[in-house]
């Protein structure tokens, strides 16, 4: 459940990452742990076991 909570937070960082004013290096290394993060939690998400109703 707080992974679909964290991915939310995640997805709203990478839309403000363009306003931050951040240039070259910089840039690159936050777009990239970003996206690890994101992708990690959802193919966590996706993998993780749900009840079945």
Known sequence: MWQQWLNGLLGLWVILLPFLGLTGETAVWTFVVS??????????G???RRPIM
């Open 35 to 44: 996206g690890m993060l994101i992708a990690i939690l959802g193919f966590w």
């Open 46 to 48: 996706a993998l993780e």
